[in-house]
């Protein structure tokens, strides 16, 4: 049996952990071949494709992005991009096609899937909205950094008696700025999930710097005022309608300080959270969720995607998360607004 691989959409610590464990259980335990392709969905398109050996893959486990590169293709947005992977697994004689990515890059394997090419999905995206896993790969090191980061700043708003509003990733769902917000500590966490009033933050930070000098306000890039909130969203969105980053937290900041009389004062954390060595939950996770795929290549389980369910690793069909956003619960929501 012979099977590609490819990793498509943002990078994130974990993707080579996964990479490893499909062509070891492949190789080593189907006797399959296995073929990467570079630059996601674009190297497969394009035919731009590297055999991988055990050899190959050695060393990779703690390296943080990808091996084979990436990009943000969808062969069904690109003028002829089915047909052309359906060429390429034709001309490379491939049996199936793992397919490691996000909701975006998934819901393309999707659409690949269906117009009769094999393939098998594998969940990686640390703001870890796809449907139907428990987590994906990448997640667990975004929070662990973003935790690390909360906590560092602590320090420095104490010290200075500030405010320090940090922005995390997270356009639409807000799952690493309220994990690392409970787990670092912070005060104030802003999602999009749950619209905010930042006067009545603002009562609240007020409220709080009566018994103690600083506060902390984690905030995800994607985060959005209440109805009727005197605020110009229009400063934080791009040109389609998506968060730049730094514009809502800047906004956050500046409100706060105006508001409260506190200085306050912003930091970033940007692509930090997506790079570095991946944490060893991040490492087993992937690894598994590869084992996973590569052997349901060997069922002939196609259509399909790894998903970590309590403690056990399942594979669900594509139409379990196409379309679909894991949003934070509102139960994790009212934790981070209550403590």
Known sequence: ?????????????????????????GTAEHGMSIVGFRNGWQGVIDGDAVPLTRDDVSGILVHGGTMLGTARCHPHKVDGGIEAVQQTVADEKLDALICIGGDGTL?????VNKSGVPVIGIPKTIDNDVVGTDASIGFDTAVTIATEAIDRLHSTAESHNRVMVVELMGRHCGWIAVTAGIAGGADI???????????????????????????????AEGAVPAEGSAWDASETLDEKGNPIAGQVGMQVTRAIERITGFPSRLTTLGYVQRGGVPTAADRLLATRFGVAAIDAAAEGNFGTYSALRGEHIEMLDFDVMAGKTKYVPNELLQTAWGL
């Open 189 to 219: 966490v802003l999602a999009p999930e749950s619209p905010f009033d930042i006067e009545q933050i603002g009562r609240k930070i007020r409220h709080r710097h009566r018994y103690k000098n600083f506060s902390i306000v984690a905030v």
């Open 1 to 25: 049996m012979r099977v590609g691989i490819l990793t498509g959409g943002g990078d994130c610590p974990g993707l080579n952990a996964a990479i490893r464990a499909v062509v070891k259980r």
């Open 107 to 111: 819901r393309a394997a999707s659409k």
